[in-house]
Every structure is written in C-alpha cells, then in structure tokens.
C-alpha cells in the first residue's frame, strides 16, 4: 500500500493566486514527521516545511503553510500568492520508524508538478 | 549548512559496466542515505549508512552495493549496470536537529545505454 500518496501528477495556477497540493499518509506509527520538498527544473531537493504529528499547530514558513489534518491523515501544502519562481515538482514526505542503526526512513510521494502562469 | 557533495553530477555508461558514484559529507553526521528517482515514483530508498562499516538495504537494493570506509563518503556502486537503473541518484545526509532534517546532495545523473 502507497504511504504517501499525491493524487494531482499536474497542476497550474495563476499568479499571485493560491493553491493548494494534496497529500495523504499512511502509517501506525504515532510518532512521525512531514516534509514538503520543492524540486525546480535544475534538479535540487529544497526544502520547505516540515509538521510533527505531536505539532498542535499548523506549520507555516512565509508563503507555505501546511493543512495538517491528523484525524484524515493529509497534510496538504498551501502556497499563498504564487509566483513564477514557484513553478517546480513537489514532493510530500514522511519520517517515520526507524531503520536499522536508528535512523529514520524518508518516504517520498511521486510529486505534483506545479506551473505558475502570468 | 551541511556541505554534501555528489560526484560524477552527469554520467553515461555502457549496459554490464560497473559505475560507482560518491557522496561526499563535509561535517560530522552519521546518517547517509542513496536514494534513486523515477518519474511516477518519486524518490525510493536504495541504501543507508548508520555508521561507518554499517550499512542496510532499501527497498530498491538489488543490483546495488554501498560502501562507507570514512565517515564523510558514502559510495553507491552498480556491480553491472542495466538500462533500469538509468535515474537520478540523490545521496542525502540527516543533520538532525529541530526538523531531524535531511539535507540532499544535487544529484547524479545515469544514463545506462
């Protein structure tokens, strides 16, 4: 079974609109993290923000907040009046139980490509 | 930031040759990981580094092995490369702290003809 699902493979939006990509989680762990990645056409994983699932509050980070609805487990990315420079694939993430050694394994959704149009 | 490097940053090679690819970490960390994207599956783990001498595999290990002799390099090698594992190969490094971040190197390009 998928535990990261993004169910939008592309999307557009108009500048200085908002928008917001979707993502669902699957996991029996109560203790995990997620993460929003933007990947621009030159390759590099950026990261943009990251909710805890102890985290009362929604995360923000200037333009990007996360909806995080645990009971629904999504955590859906909003970016608030878009710009050109938005335009990229993004990828959702969990952190979740841990590998051997102790660290924790990063699972990745199959990313939303996101074009901001004038 | 963490200082983590990937080298070759594009290759091509040929069908049954071996490839390896290195990461390289500029400070302390433990936890190093290889990952390979494919367009409609996102990123998939391929194996990680706990330590060096320790290594495990992800969930995408066959036709892969991983070697770590020094803290800071965490080599990936295609014992005999096929077109399959034409990708996009990611080392990234967790650097802990209040996200138990990830910090991801730029990315090595494979093309296996």
């Known amino acids: 079974a998928q535990k990261i699902t993004q169910t939008q493979p592309g999307m557009f939006v108009q500048e200085k609109e908002a928008v917001t990509l979707d993502c669902t989680y699957d996991?029996?762990?109560?203790?995990?993290?997620l993460f929003w990645y933007k990947q621009p056409s030159s390759g590099e994983m950026i990261f943009l923000i990251y909710?805890?699932?102890?985290?009362?509050q929604n995360a923000t980070e200037g333009r990007y907040s996360l909806n995080f609805q645990k009971a629904r487990k999504s955590a859906n990315l909003v970016i608030s009046a878009s710009q050109l420079g938005d335009s990229a694939m993004y990828f959702c993430?969990?952190?979740?139980?841990?590998?051997?050694?102790?660290?924790?394994?990063?699972?990745f959704g199959t990313g939303t490509q996101l074009k901001v149009e004038l | 930031d963490a200082g983590i490097t990937q080298s070759p940053r594009h290759k091509v090679t040929e069908t049954g040759t071996p490839v390896t690819l290195r990461c390289h970490q500029t400070?302390?960390?433990?936890?190093m990981y290889w990952y390979r994207q494919d367009p409609g599956h996102g990123l998939r783990l391929i194996h990680y580094?706990?330590?060096?001498?320790?290594?495990d595999k992800g969930e995408v290990s066959d036709g892969y092995s991983v070697s770590r002799s020094k803290t800071e390099d965490f080599l990936l090698t295609l014992e005999s490369a096929t077109s399959s594992q034409t990708s996009v190969y990611f080392c990234?490094?967790?650097?802990?702290?209040?996200?138990?971040?990830?910090?991801f190197g730029s990315g090595t390009r494979l093309t296996v003809v």
């Open positions: 993430a969990m952190r979740e139980k841990k590998l051997t050694g102790g660290g924790n394994k990063l699972t």
């Open positions: 996991t029996s762990d109560p203790s995990y993290g």
């Open positions: 909710q805890g699932s102890y985290d009362q």
């Open positions: 400070e302390n960390h433990r936890y």
């Open positions: 580094s706990y330590g060096v001498k320790d290594t």
């Open positions: 990234a490094i967790a650097t802990g702290g209040r996200y138990y971040g990830y910090t």
